[in-house]
């Protein structure tokens, strides 16, 4: 499949300092373009209503049912998104191109009747004292992001990678012009203008889809069908996302953290900024993980199950194989590198960064602590791309798994210990599932031939 590999490689071919900082920024913007994009444009939305939208406290519930239903729609597609991503790539190999296009829209059509019925429900018991205007925006934002990330989730698998960041520009820039030409009709008009922006995002990614697999077939479902798709995937996806919110949720809902803002949704005053900014020292780590991944790894990856497949000589095989172990296990050292300078660089700065845009320096501690878990998830985000690579699906259910489980019981335990301790859950919940990872990780590459030739059935 064409994508940004190929993109990263011309850049490198010139073969100077130049081209080396320009391929790294390409593939940081195109890594984590459409993360900052989103809450930027949210960002944006609620710095330019102040002074418009009156009283300030509808921007606090116009950016708290945003934060929520995002959370809420990639917990809930998680089961399909791996799963789904999967099935399609197996479609691939097989050239059956035409079964691909009447699936999605099959995905996407299970996807709207499941949140559209988890919204339904939502709208009407969570939010009792909200007008029906709101309830009708709060159902189909959340629908229409579900279906986002499952186009989203699809144009990854294909390494569309450009075309997402494009379309995510274009959504989002008409998700904020709207917002501030409806931001005179309050909490609603801001919703009204971020589901414009959705909706195109959406249209966008959705028309690009169906023209580059055409078909004469409407809608199936074939990939409901047994064996069709990976149960560990459907399980993996969704442990994944709901680790990753877990330890937000539980601070939100914590009676000492977290206060309610609007109907049954609540923020955290004291972990929601810290974990934002900590966020964005991530975009390092996410250029070096495409970089890596998506060069050298994928290219001697290929080489050596092509070998495999064709019969290519045993010392062709073992050098593809020994090449492809050298390039994961310096991808993921190299991200832990990268991650490790951007750490090292927020303790440097974040004393002058919170005294210039006005936030107070109790924050320190907990912002160290984020920035140190968000390098760990873009390590554990390298790991889990090799495990996928290798078809080691079970290994990265485990890990998912034993992630959520860490993450819940060890924030619950820094709530308990106090304000000292917060953010440690999540970050020690990272640490041990990255070396747990780590490990499982090289047995398996020391052990590939012998799994790839013995083990197939």
């Known amino acids: 499949m064409a994508g940004i590999g190929f993109e990263i490689k011309k850049i490198l071919r010139r073969d100077s ?46 950016q708290v049912t945003v934060t929520h239903l995002i959370a809420m729609s990639l917990i809930l597609t998680g089961f399909l998104q791996l799963a789904f991503t999967r099935y399609i790539a197996d479609r691939l190999f097989e050239n059956d191109n035409s079964i691909i296009l009447p699936n999605f829209i099959g995905a996407l059509f299970v996807t709207t009747l499941v949140s559209g019925l988890f919204a339904v429900a939502l709208a009407v018991f969570a939010f009792p004292q909200q007008g029906a205007v709101y309830r009708i925006l709060l159902i189909a934002n959340f629908v229409v992001l579900c279906n986002i990330w499952i186009a989203t989730i699809f144009l990854s698998g ?46 966008g990614m959705a028309l690009l889809i169906i023209r580059s697999y055409p078909s004469n077939r409407f809608i199936e479902f074939d990939f409901l069908r047994k064996k069709r798709m990976f149960t560990s995937l459907i399980w993996t996806g969704f442990f994944f996302n709901f680790g990753v919110w877990i330890d937000k949720y539980l601070f939100w809902y914590s009676p000492s953290t977290g206060q309610p803002v609007i109907g049954l949704f609540n923020a955290s005053l004291i972990y929601d900024l810290p974990i934002f900014l900590a966020y964005l020292s991530i975009i390092p780590g996410m250029a070096v993980f495409l970089v890596r991944m998506e060069t050298d790894f994928v290219e001697y990856y290929q080489k050596f199950y092509d070998a495999v497949r064709d019969g290519g000589t045993l010392a062709y095989i073992e050098e593809m194989r020994d090449e492809m172990v050298s390039t994961a296990r310096q991808g993921i050292f190299e991200i832990i590198k990268i991650q490790s300078i951007a750490v090292l660089i927020v303790f440097v700065t974040a004393p002058a960064l919170l005294k210039l845009i006005g936030i107070s320096q109790f924050y320190l501690s907990l912002l160290y602590v984020d920035v140190v878990a968000a390098g760990l998830q873009v390590v554990f985000l390298g790991v889990l791309n090799v495990l996928f690579y290798l078809d080691k699906r079970i290994i990265a259910l485990i890990m998912t798994g034993l992630f959520v489980l860490l993450n819940f019981i060890f924030s619950l335990i820094s709530l308990y210990l106090g304000a000292t301790w917060y953010g440690y859950g999540f970050a020690v919940s990272l640490l041990i599932s990255v070396v747990v990872g780590l490990y499982w990780l090289d047995k398996k590459l020391v052990i590939l031939e012998y799994e790839t030739f013995m083990l197939q059935k």
């Open 17 to 62: 300092y130049l081209s080396l900082f320009t391929a790294y920024a390409y593939a940081g913007i195109i890594g984590s373009g459409p993360w900052v994009l989103s809450i930027l444009g949210v960002l944006l939305i609620g710095i330019m209503s102040l002074g418009v939208v009156v009283p300030n406290v509808l921007i606090t519930q116009f």
């Open 158 to 203: 294909m390494k569309n990678y450009k075309a997402i960041l494009i379309l995510y520009t274009v959504g989002y820039s008409i998700a904020v012009i709207g917002a501030i030409l409806l931001r005179s009709g309050g909490l609603n008009g801001l919703l009204i203008g971020i589901l414009i922006g959705h909706f195109v995002l959406f249209s």
